[in-house]
């Protein structure tokens, strides 16, 4: 038998899940964005907001839509401190220096693709989900196999949820244009380095692999 992360998915070994697109990621009111000056945050993330106002949301909505029209458990993590100060939150995230308070609204998925009944949310105070949170243990209770993934930053949470994902035995489907960074230059070189980890598909893809299985 050959190996290959090539294969389509099987609605019941699957999931979804979505990195970080959250209030304080991405809405323009967010904790992240918040206290800059109209020019500063036009120059430095107007590409970014246009792109994710324009497409990638719509995108982003696409693929729920066909996951739970196609009995795939959706699931969604952000970036949340398990106390008000953020304590809790890993070295990188204090040197960094933003914290995202327990229970706030910059901590909650964004309107466009909220969670509805019990679909899970997984709050993580490390740059991969896999470090700070139980999800793989959910998972492998679910019986999930592959691994759907889309979200914010392409190259950074979303790269680390791949890459420990792959190494805990996932197979792993990226949506490329429903995941998002800060610049183009930074989201191409990014789905090009990762690609050895994982299967890569459009959104139209995903949609139309979904509708025929």
């Known amino acids: 038998m050959t190996l290959t992360r090539d294969l389509p998915l099987v609605p019941a ?27 500063a945050f036009a120059a430095k993330y107007g590409w970014f907001f246009d792109e994710l106002d324009a497409r990638v949301i719509a995108n982003m909505q696409a693929i729920q839509t066909a996951c739970r029209a196609a009995d795939i458990e959706v699931m969604y993590t952000t970036i949340e401190s398990l106390t008000l100060d953020g304590r809790d939150r890993s070295l990188d995230y204090k ?39 139980h999800i793989d243990y959910v998972l492998r209770n679910l019986g999930v196999k592959q691994l759907v993934i889309s979200g914010l930053i392409t190259d950074q949470c979303v790269e680390s949820a791949i890459r420990d994902a792959c190494d805990l035995g996932y197979l792993v489907t990226q949506v490329t244009d429903a995941c998002l960074t800060y610049t183009p230059e930074r989201h191409a070189h990014s789905i090009q380095t990762i690609k ?7 959104t139209a893809e995903l949609v139309a692999e979904l509708a025929s299985a």
């Open 13 to 39: 070994d699957a999931a979804l899940l979505f990195v970080d697109v959250q209030n304080f990621a991405a809405h323009r009111d967010g904790g992240e964005f918040k206290d800059m000056p109209k020019a």
């Open 95 to 133: 040197i960094t220096g933003f914290n995202v308070p327990k229970g706030s609204w910059d901590g909650k998925v964004i309107d466009e693709i909220a969670p509805v009944g019990d679909e899970m949310v997984f709050a993580k105070s490390s740059s991969s989900v896999f470090i700070s949170t």
């Open 196 to 202: 050895g980890y994982c299967r890569q598909v459009t």
